[in-house]
């Protein structure tokens, strides 16, 4: 639905926005997709409403007014990606909604962050159970002499005592496990709260 | 002192914008209950009956949403120009949901009319 332009650094500028939507709406679910034709066809009857200014000037006026796409489908896509990774349990798709969500406003930042430091716990947890058969000696949960404990992946182990041995592995995957399934199911509840 | 009254603005203006944003789904019924309307129309109406100036691309995602939930609905018809032009209407679920909201926004214009100085107790 592209209008015939007859300034070609105006279907410059109009090819350049489309391009910007079509990017992001890539990665939206197939219902956006058809979005594109709505936000032409805007623009469309945007330029023709307008009284003054050449097909340049009412162009930019009307991408103007229309903002600019990351702005708007930004939240689009973390709401989308979001919902879909937590339907698939597929973490990449989960990262990428959250790194939209960071981005997209304040509270969505605060809930995105608090997620992600979640899904950083998970890494380690998962992590913990991968490295305690090669780097057994820095791997538990660890009390030092001065009674102080600490449980992670620990550099400096000289001199404390390991408590859990290789139940750190079945416990690190059973508590990487069970968070998982609490953010997974805690994101699909934020979504459907919406 | 320019500068407080800068800052002072700039919180004016963010508080506006979320406050519009908040209102806008709430608005969209209010203007499919009439009739329906094609996007532009719509957002063009918003503008100038409502002086809810956001930007025009917010529009469709949230729109997007309100089909999802099965709010309002959509359909193709021949624009002014002959190109098609996408129409949208409530569904009998967002007229239930409009009929709902309008109290709740009445009593909450009505309490906060009431902090008001100069208001009446």
Known sequence: MTPAFTDPAARRRWDAYFYEVDRLLARADADAAEMRGDLEAHVVDSMAAASGGNEGERLDAALSRLGRPIDYLRPLLADQLIERGTLTYSPITIARGLSYAVMAGSRRAVIGLAFGLGYLLLAIFTSMALLKPLWGEHVGVFRYADGTVSAGIIAQSDGARELLGWWSIPIALLLAALLYVALTKGLRTLQQRR | ?121
């Open chain 2, 1 to 121: 002192m320019a500068r407080q009254s800068d800052d002072s603005q700039e919180a004016i203006g963010r508080w506006e914008v979320q406050l519009r944003k908040g209102v806008l789904e709430f608005v969209i019924l209010l203007s499919l209950s009439d009739r329906e309307q094609y996007g532009f129309e719509l957002i063009s109406g918003i503008a100038k009956r409502a002086a809810i100036d956001v930007p025009e691309g917010t529009l469709y995602p949230l729109m997007l949403r309100l089909a999802k939930d099965g709010l309002i609905s959509s359909r193709l018809a021949d624009g002014d120009g002959g190109a098609p032009r996408k129409y949208y209407a409530l569904t009998a679920q967002g007229r239930e949901l409009l009929r709902g909201m309008i109290p709740s926004w009445s009593k909450l214009a009505a309490s906060v009319d009431s902090l008001l100085p100069g208001a009446s107790a």
